[in-house]
């Protein structure tokens, strides 16, 4: 994600061929990887969102460390150990609710300089000391629930925290993070699920639970419209539409098409892309039924098929 301001950053990125612990076994890519990192000219900052393999991968943290040494990483509670014993220093580690705003000279200077801010800490790192001549860069990151679960072996789940962030930067990079009206604002969902599904009777479609009388009103996770009341509105949401099926096991985890368009209303998103599918075949639906079953979940709550919630190729650039 580019910000008007000049801010890139990247979310859970993993750009191997399995997720898992070792490279030889485990879960296969459905779709080839658009690019290697190498290829990405800039990375000011990367956002992750849970420690599972599909989102949190080694491999890439490494490359990342390698080409965008100055790429500044935030992770929820817990994760900051992880980071620091594979050799990452510029991390922090936030709980949900918490902020902390990053500033920055641009990377086409040839000197960069970037300070990290929260209620706890602060961090500063000066590459050289030549003269700031251009505008600075700022950013807040701040830490929000997600409904999810955590986990690398089966000796740690749970003790890292799960999480949704929020990112705002100026609108230019002369403009600053103290005028709401300069920012512009993308909510990323990570990994999350947003009701729990009973198990359906076998006659029920099991990726349309919203359609059975007896579950139209169950119990949704309140957190996304605090979300919504507390941090947004967002310019953007990045929210998963994917890895849903059978629903009676993974709906308190994932998110189905119309789970995300709930998402996308509690969180008050103006504009939302469906991330979270297409590139692992983790779960039992098909891997090109989520974007179909979209078109249907925004037909449900009288939105546009097009041009407010989309999905993206893979490898695809779009422009808001």
Known sequence: MEFPSG???????????????????GQKRFTKQPCTIAEIPIVDAVVISHSHYDHLSAPS????????????????????????????DKVTELDWWEDAEMTMTPKSTSTSVVKVENDTNAV????????????????????????????????????????????????????????PKNLKSVFFGGDTGYRAVPELPSTAPDSDDYSHPSLQNLPANPQ???????RGPFD??????????????????????????????????KRAMGIHWGTWAQTFEDVMEPPELLKEALRRRGIAERGVFDVCEIGEGREF
Not at 64 to 78: E, N, Q, S
Not at 224 to 230: D, T
Not at 245 to 267: C, G, L, Q, W, Y
Request: with cysteine; proline share 6%.
């Open 61 to 88: 943290v490494d490359d990342i460390k390698k080409h965008h040494p100055d790429a500044h990483f935030f992770v929820g509670l817990g994760l900051e150990k992880w980071f620091r014993r594979a050799g990452v």
């Open 224 to 230: 996304f419209a605090q979300i919504g009341l507390l």
């Open 7 to 25: 801010l890139r950053v990247l979310f859970d990125p993993v750009f191997e061929d399995r997720c898992s612990p070792v490279s030889w076994f």
């Open 124 to 179: 500063s790192k000066a590459e050289s000391g030549a003269e700031q001549e251009q505008q600075t860069i700022t950013a807040k990151f701040s830490c929000l629930p997600a409904q999810h679960s955590s986990g690398r072996t089966g000796l740690d789940k749970d003790t890292t925290l799960w999480c949704s962030w929020g990112v705002s930067s100026s609108s230019s990079p002369t403009s600053n993070l103290q005028s």
């Open 236 to 269: 953007l949401g990045l929210i998963p539409i994917a890895g849903y099926k059978p629903r009676h096991i993974m709906s308190s985890v994932h998110a189905n098409p119309f789970d995300a368009v709930e998402i996308f209303r509690d969180t008050k998103c």
